[in-house]
């Protein structure tokens, strides 16, 4: 492929140009999250009229390589996380695959009386206290995860404090034989993120929010933890691999 | 559980409050998605103070039983539909239990050259032509989702037409042997509504949406089908359920 147009050609120069464009993205000349050159430098650059280069760049935006934000430019597009929790530590080796650090960072940890719904999902009495863990998740020390978790008292004397700052959201449990056995339910939402959420993450209130709750159960169908996790929407997304007979 | 206060009860009386609330909302007095009675109204029900009520009120919003609508009052909180989608139908069943009429209205239906990423997932040439079907998912002839497939030529001649309009999103490809072997990809992120898919879904642009895309292969890894779905976050949650072996 050539870097340069071939006017002789019957293809089209708009179609031409798309193809350098996606050229340099995937031969990574132009990285994920940066902006590309104005339409003034393309049209110079290439000889272009403003309209061709227009169609190029509105072509490449509806097939979602690039995106265009408001008074800021055109930037290509950053493939967004992609977690597949059936894959241990996959989010952390991802992270690592980018050239991020992964990390956490511990907010508070304290024994309190946990809402409604996470006492009927724990399966506790309403005057029994868990033990309550607030963390951000870091992609180079930059959040990108708020994670809370609730612990029944059984559970809670014997997590490893040392890995709530290491590894995956497991790590800190992993070290339990009722972990490694029963089993997961994960629970999907869409919302908005709330005021205090977006400061803690950093985005603004209202962006979409991806929320992940999941209950972990022993053999038993104990509950072992409740984790509800917030990521934001623009930088991650889940994955789930299933047979299709199941 | 009685339905009125006992003003000899060491039980705080906000106390008390919540508890009949709760009970009215069990047993379906006070429905989901419906207003409760305004604070005012709840002071002269029960003789309590205007603070009583607020703190009775303030923690069933925070144990996520009620919700407030700015300008529009205090609502009962209206549970999401929960999708499993390792259960068949499992959608479809769940809006009949609820007394919602599940359907699909077709919005189009035609041969299309698709985009990048859609070629790329399905493993065909960029000058191949996909069939493209837009459909929206409706409870009760109001849409609750919005989903969009691209079909290889090889399956598109083979899809049943009339199922396009009845069951779960998979009707229209279920009596191809293809369908019950192999294994689906599903990728969940949360977006804000452009203006467009607002439109269809009935809601205000920038309200979270939970996209899921599915990518159906064969036994072979060979790509059947790629959907993209779109469901109203405030309506609509996903759910797994996984061995933690796994």
Same mark, same amino acid.
């Given at each position: 492929m050539t870097n340069t147009l071939d006017r002789a050609s019957p293809v089209p120069l708009y179609f031409q140009l798309k193809q350098i464009i996606i050229e340099k993205i995937e031969h990574n000349e132009w990285d994920p999250g940066q902006p590309i050159p104005s339409e003034q430098e393309l049209q110079d650059t290439y000889g272009l009229s403003r309209t061709t280069v227009r169609q190029a760049l509105s072509e490449l935006v509806i097939e979602g390589r690039l995106v265009r934000q408001r008074g800021r430019g055109t930037f290509i597009v950053q493939n967004k996380l992609t *977690?597949? @929790?059936?894959?241990?530590?996959g989010l952390v080796r991802l992270m690592i695959d980018r050239g991020l650090r992964p990390g956490w960072r511990v907010l508070s940890l304290e024994w309190t009386t946990p809402p409604y719904e996470v006492q009927h999902l724990l399966q506790i009495e309403p005057d029994t206290q868990a033990l309550y863990i607030r963390r951000l998740r870091l992609a180079s020390d930059q959040p990108i995860g708020y994670h809370q978790v609730w612990l029944p008292p059984g559970i809670a004397g014997q997590i490893?404090?040392?890995a709530l700052q290491e590894g995956d959201s497991l790590a800190y449990l992993? *070290?339990? @034989?009722?972990v490694a056995r029963g089993h997961t339910i994960r629970t999907i939402e869409a919302i908005a993120a709330e005021a205090a959420e977006a400061e803690l993450l950093g985005i603004s209130e209202g962006e979409p929010l991806l929320l992940i709750q999941r209950l972990l159960c022993d053999s038993?169908?104990?509950?072992?933890e409740l984790m509800e996790a917030l990521y934001c929407g623009n930088q991650f997304k889940y994955q789930i691999i299933l047979p299709n007979a199941e």
């Open positions: *977690h597949t @929790p059936q894959k241990p530590q490893n404090h040392d992993r *070290h339990l @034989p009722a038993d169908g104990i509950p072992i």
